[in-house]
Structure formats: C-alpha cells, structure tokens
C-alpha cells in the first residue's frame, strides 16, 4: 500500500532560489522523511548505515520491529505517482533486500523495507510519497 505524507514546514522551502542543487535535494529529502517517519512515532536507529551490501538511507525502529526507507529525490512530480517498480532497478532492489535480510539476521527483528519518493515540485511544499518494494520474485 502506498500513502502519500505532504510535508509542510517553512524549513523546506528552496533556500530562496529557485531550485535545489542535487545535493541540497538529497540532504531535505532524507531530513524530511526522517521527520515525516518520527512525527508518525518511529524512532530514527541509523542514517547512512553501511551494510556488506547496501547503504540504508533511513533505520527506524517502531513497535513492529525495524523500517529501512530507501530515499529517492526527484527534481519534479513526475515520478510521485508512479509505481516503486519504475523508481528503483532490480538491480539495487536485490542489494537492499540483502541488506534488509543482514539488519534482520544482525538484530533478530522483523526488518520492513520501503521507498520513499519525495518530490520537490517549484512554488509548491516538497511531497514525500512510501511505497512498499515491488516484489523481486513476480508470480510468487
């Protein structure tokens, strides 16, 4: 299931210009994911955590167990609606899922992955959209 979180703070407006530099686009998207994620109760464990495999983004913890939140920063709305399946490859979906098992393994908690897309759209509040991966096994 995917749900749509709008973020409005005065803290993501565009620094006064009218566009972000990619990495400025980068660093708001994580922050303001990570507060979207904690204003919802969880608790931010990592960021920026190298597994053997992956780097994960996001850790949280919540009364379920662990989130990982994979962050994908787009300079426009054009992927906000789209499906997870066209944001990430199967290629760093596999890496991420072996990071997810490593966290689970590693911790004994059930480890969730998600995706969250934000979107920062020119003159409007950035939107920050979390679907759960596409499945890596079709038909199973």
Sequence with gaps: ???????????SASFGRTSLTRKERWILSEWLVARAAAALGQ???EHQYE??????????????GLTIFEVKSWNSDIYADFEARTIITRRQLGRLERARQF???RTGDLVRLQIAVVSHRLAHEPRIRVFDPPNLHPGY
């Design 51 to 64: 597994t053997p495999y992956a780097e994960i983004d996001l850790l949280f913890r919540n009364r379920f």
């Design 43 to 45: 608790e931010l464990v």
């Design 103 to 105: 966290v689970e393994a």
């Design 1 to 11: 299931l995917a749900c749509t979180i709008e973020a409005r703070s005065k803290e």
